[in-house]
Structures are given as structure tokens and as C-alpha cells.
């Protein structure tokens, strides 16, 4: 239970970070979702039971802070932590390279998950220069932060072991 | 011939009397003696004098300049301590100062409208880069209801969406998923605002081509969306444009609030109903 309350913790903490400390720096710092990585995290390293609630606790959390359409990040985590789960037996990297590389993966996902929901929603048109270059700045961003995250989530959670000892 | 008690008298009288002349004829001039006597003796004393003196000023200056060093790096502290503290303080008058002078335009506006509104502070942002909404410290606790106008006295802000009893979270214009019924205030052309998720710029939709519409123009809610009160402002014309074809002309808008800078916001607590309006 406690394992439960530690994990909701540092996603709500993630959240707190990205809607009230990241959204009033510089415009070049447009960092990417944090969860994202979270949910790749737990998809490599946590069995089903842990990261389906918190992740989904935290989905919920983003949809209801967020005027996005409800839904949008539950399922975001929801498909990156399910369709990466079994990634790490198929691919034989390292493990911060594999957890950098899939962060990437789940940004860009959730960037067209958004795409999608916007493109149905107004009639505009969405692939514009500043929208690429946004999708481009939080590619960025995750390659630069990725491993650092990696480092700080087993530091909190202490996996210690590797990937395949799961 | 002549007693000794004389003799010595007169010797000491002799010795006076010579002795006074020779101290009389050296401060006259200087024998080459003396001044070679002088010489030789400044030529091995001097040295020794000149080191002798020096160290002890060395040491002097050294024990001085020592405990001045001690005391003026210990003031140096102090006043660096002081200088950040004077920092500090003056950083948090400018931002008190800055407070001040927002608050008074909220409340000198809040003064001028017949609108019951609630002053908020805006608390957390979106945290999605593709949507624009923010959330504020007052919720239903407060008089705030779903739907409920969001200004500044620059101009429209959004509307609230949804709401907790202290929080409530406010849709922005500059969504994407933001419309606003409005009108160009000179010519009273009607559209409806849009907004691209950009915090500079908004589109002025549904302007239809024969319609006087130009680049400087203000543009203000028309009240008829039931939503936001009649006649506040919305943003100014940037750019028209009229294509060959089409009913309606392209015209793109700059917000007037900056929603960049977005830290206090008014709620509308007595948004007019849409037959208030039409009557």
C-alpha cells in the first residue's frame, strides 16, 4: 500500500512540476510530458498490477487538470505502458538507452494522440511550422532528459536489477 | 712655582677653552677625517640598520595589515550579507510594487463595470503544450459556475469549465477548442473568435467578404453566445485577408490579454442570460 502511495506521489509531483513550474519558464523549455517516461518506466520495470492503477490514477489526474478532452492522457499511459511491456525481451540494449529510446517513442505517440483529437476536433490545419517545431523541441528535450529521469526513477523506486530479472 | 690646585684649574680651563674651539671649527667645516669616519660608518652600519628596520616595519605592517585583512573580510561579509539582504528586499518591493499595480487595474475595472466579479489568481497552467487552460483559486465555494466569464481589464480571458468548490479550471480563448461570439467594434461586422493555441494570435471566423473589416480594428464580444457580457474587448485586427473566392474573408486577430503574463484574473459572477441580451 505504501508502494502505492510512494508512486502516486512522484506522479503527482510530475504533474505538479509540468503545470506550475514548467509552463512559466522560457518558451525554448516546452519539456514534454513527464509521465510519459514514468509510464515507460513502470511498462519496463513494474509488473501489471503496479502500473496499471497509478498510471491510470495519473491519467485521470491530467485529464482533469487539463482542457483537453477527457480521456486523452488515461489512454496515452495506458497504450505506452501496455504496448512497451514486452519490448526489453525483443530488444537487446542497454537499459537507459532502451528506456531513452522508448521515451522518445512515447512522446511522439502522445504527440499524435493529440494530433488526432485536435485535427477531429477543429478544422484547421494542425501540421503547421510551429506545431513541428514543438513536436521537434519535446523530441529534443526527452533524448537530453531521458537518461537523467531514468537515473532519478531507479534511484526513488530502487530497481536496481536489470530489465531481465523482471 | 705654582701650586697643584692651580695647575689642574688651569688645565681645565685650557681643556674647555680648546675643546671649544675644535667643536667650533668642525661645525665650520668637515675634515676629510670625518667625513671618511662617516662614511665607513654608515657603509657597514646603515645596512644593517636599513634590514633590521625594515623587518620590524614588515612585521609591524604584516601584524597590522593581518588583523585589518581579519576585520575587513569579516565587514566585507557583513556587507555582502547586507547588499543581498537590500537585494532582496528591493525584489520584493518591485514585485510588490508590480502586484500592486495589477490588483489596482482589476479593482479600478471591477469599479467601472456593473458586473458582479470575483477577483482569482491563476495557479497552474495546462500542462499540454496543444491546449490552452488554466486553473484558478476560486471555485463554486466562491459564486463561480460552470460557464462563468473570464476577464482582465485588458480584455476576455475565457470561461470557466469546470469546477471544484475552491478551484476551477478555465478554458482560454486562444484554444483551439475556444469560440467566442463577437463583432468588430467600428463597423459591428459579426464573427465568432477562434483560437490556434497560440498565445499572439486568435482568427476572427465567419467575417463575411463584403463586410468593412480592416487591420487596427477592435474587436468585442457581441454577448449573443450567452456566454460573455456584451461590448468587452477581445482583441485588435492584425491581418485580412479577401481571397478571390469564398463568402467569408480570412482575418486574423492579436488578443489583448496576455495570456503569457496571465497571473489574476476576474470571474463574471452575473454573466447576462442570452434572452436578457436578445430583449
Not at chain 2, 490552452?132 to 476576455?156: F, H, L, N, Q, T
Amino acid at each position: 500500500m505504501i508502494r502505492y502511495l510512494f508512486y502516486l506521489i512522484t506522479a503527482v509531483f510530475l504533474v505538479i512540476v509540468q503545470t506550475s513550474i514548467i509552463p512559466y519558464m522560457p518558451g525554448i523549455l516546452k519539456f514534454y510530458d513527464f509521465l510519459v517516461p514514468l509510464a515507460v518506466y513502470f511498462s519496463l520495470y513494474k509488473p501489471l498490477s503496479h502500473g496499471l492503477p497509478v498510471l491510470a490514477a495519473a491519467g485521470l489526474v491530467m485529464d482533469m487538470l487539463s482542457g483537453a478532452p477527457i480521456g486523452i492522457y488515461l489512454t496515452t499511459y495506458l497504450w505506452v505502458f501496455l504496448a512497451f511491456r514486452r519490448v526489453a525481451r525483443w530488444v537487446g540494449i542497454k537499459d537507459h538507452l532502451l528506456f531513452s529510446m522508448l521515451a522518445v517513442l512515447g512522446v511522439v505517440f502522445e504527440n499524435l494522440i493529440f494530433s488526432a483529437a485536435l485535427i477531429s476536433s477543429s478544422p484547421r490545419v494542425f501540421f503547421t511550422l510551429e506545431s513541428l517545431e514543438l513536436i521537434l523541441l519535446q523530441v529534443l528535450w526527452t533524448v537530453v532528459t531521458a537518461p537523467f529521469l531514468w537515473l532519478g526513477f531507479r534511484y526513488c523506486f530502487g530497481d536496481y536489477g536489470r530489465i531481465e530479472a523482471r | 712655582m705654582f701650586s697643584k690646585k692651580t695647575m689642574v684649574a688651569a688645565g681645565a680651563v685650557i681643556l674647555i677653552v680648546l675643546n671649544g674651539v675644535v667643536f667650533s671649527f668642525n661645525y665650520i667645516r668637515q675634515t676629510s677625517f670625518t667625513s671618511a669616519a662617516a662614511e665607513t660608518a654608515l657603509f657597514f652600519v646603515s645596512p644593517v640598520q636599513a634590514a633590521v628596520t625594515g623587518s620590524i616595519n614588515f612585521g609591524r605592517d604584516l601584524w597590522g595589515n593581518y588583523f585589518y585583512l581579519v576585520d575587513a573580510a569579516k565587514e566585507n561579509r557583513e556587507l555582502r550579507r547586507k547588499l543581498a539582504e537590500a537585494r532582496l528586499q528591493i525584489h520584493e518591493c518591485s514585485e510588490i510594487r508590480q502586484a500592486n499595480d495589477r490588483l489596482k487595474g482589476l479593482v479600478d475595472f471591477k469599479k467601472d463595470s456593473d458586473l458582479s466579479m470575483q477577483a482569482a489568481r491563476v495557479v497552474a497552467r495546462d500542462p499540454s503544450p496543444w491546449y490552452r487552460s488554466v486553473i484558478i483559486d476560486k471555485g463554486s465555494a466562491d459564486g463561480v459556475e460552470k460557464g462563468s466569464p473570464v476577464v482582465v481589464p485588458d480584455g476576455v480571458v475565457g470561461q470557466v469549465t469546470e469546477l471544484s468548490s475552491g478551484y476551477a479550471k478555465v478554458l482560454l480563448i486562444i484554444d483551439r477548442n475556444s469560440a467566442v461570439d463577437a463583432m468588430v467594434q467600428r463597423t459591428r461586422a459579426r464573427g465568432v473568435v477562434s483560437g490556434l493555441s497560440s498565445e499572439s494570435e486568435s482568427i476572427f471566423d465567419f467575417a463575411l467578404r463584403k463586410q468593412n473589416v480592416r487591420a487596427g480594428d477592435t474587436i468585442i464580444t457581441s454577448g449573443l453566445d450567452g456566454v460573455y457580457p456584451k461590448g468587452l474587448r477581445v482583441g485588435r485586427v492584425s491581418e485580412v485577408i479577401r481571397r478571390n473566392s469564398g463568402i467569408f474573408q480570412e482575418v486574423e486577430i492579436m488578443p489583448y490579454a496576455d495570456f503569457h503574463k496571465l497571473e489574476e484574473v476576474l470571474v463574471v459572477l452575473n454573466s447576462p442570460d442570452i434572452d436578457e441580451v436578445l430583449n
